[in-house]
């Protein structure tokens, strides 16, 4: 067998078709053949699309606490596309246009709904209810899918009717006049917080909805209270949060969201 160095190399097309098997014999060719690599396709790189934890037989709908949306909403078609694989086919042309985006970097409106959808149902975005009408929630920045915060919402039904109003007082809702949280509660309101609960209706009475231990001081809490700022007015602009970060004898810091100061 010759051992001499190969005069020369060169490059052809990758082929179309696997090779199963080649095989070199001496003499039979004085130049090596290697693959030519796939050049790389160009364009733009798009955004992946939130996983709406459709695993092990569980649908999209399930990973939201097994809800229901209202039967006028469109969350149930977004929530059960044709093609549930959202980790593939993401190009502009196979992408549901439900879905379809001008930016690679912005999501859609109904995409970052699912995603706030997820961050309520994990906790990311707290949601709680105050009484039969009232509700405290997490602030959430669409852009940034992150939560914030917190605000007051009421819900009233209109009339005699199943008709529902709900009012924010998110930044989002005072400039728009609607919002996630408001979204929310006309989709899954019913399911989620049922009317038969018992709650302390006096309109004047101090709630506190959430307290999280202080991993930093001993004996310290981040506690935050919904508060009436005048007696006897059961209304979403007559609640106000206030925060204490502090011990439980009332030493500490109180913040009054409507009065920094």
Not at 22 to 45: F, H, I, K, M, N
Not at 215 to 243: C, M, P, Q, W
């Amino acid at each position: 067998m010759d051992h001499s160095p190969v005069s020369r190399v060169s490059y052809r097309p990758y082929p179309s078709t696997p090779i199963e098997k080649v095989t070199y014999t001496a003499g039979e060719s004085s130049e090596l053949v290697s693959p030519q690599r796939r050049p790389r396709q160009r364009g733009y790189t798009r955004a992946k699309r939130p996983s709406t934890r459709a695993h092990a037989g569980n649908s999209p709908t399930r990973a939201i606490r097994g809800l229901t949306p209202s039967s006028n909403s469109t969350t149930y078609d977004l929530l059960h596309p044709d093609n549930t694989d959202t980790t593939s086919n993401l190009s502009p042309q196979n992408t549901d246009s439900r879905f379809r985006n001008t930016s690679p970097l912005r999501p859609t409106l109904d995409e970052a709904y699912l995603v706030f959808l997820e961050a309520v149902s994990s906790g990311e975005c707290a949601f709680y209810q105050l009484n039969q009408v009232m509700f405290v929630a997490n602030g959430w920045n669409i852009h940034k899918s992150e939560a914030h915060g917190w605000y007051h919402l009421q819900s009233a039904s209109i009339g005699l009717t199943d008709t529902v109003t709900v009012v924010c007082m998110c930044p989002e809702y005072r400039n728009r006049d609607h919002c996630f949280h408001q979204r929310f509660l006309l989709d899954y309101g019913k399911q989620t917080f049922p009317v038969g609960h018992l709650f302390n209706e006096n309109p004047s009475s101090t709630i506190l909805f959430s307290r999280v231990k202080d991993v930093l001081l001993e004996d310290a809490f981040i506690n935050h209270f919904s508060v009436a700022s005048h007696l006897g007015h059961n209304t979403v602009k007559n609640r106000v949060i206030v925060d204490h970060h502090g011990d439980d004898k009332g030493g500490g810091s109180w913040n009054c969201a409507r009065d920094p100061s």
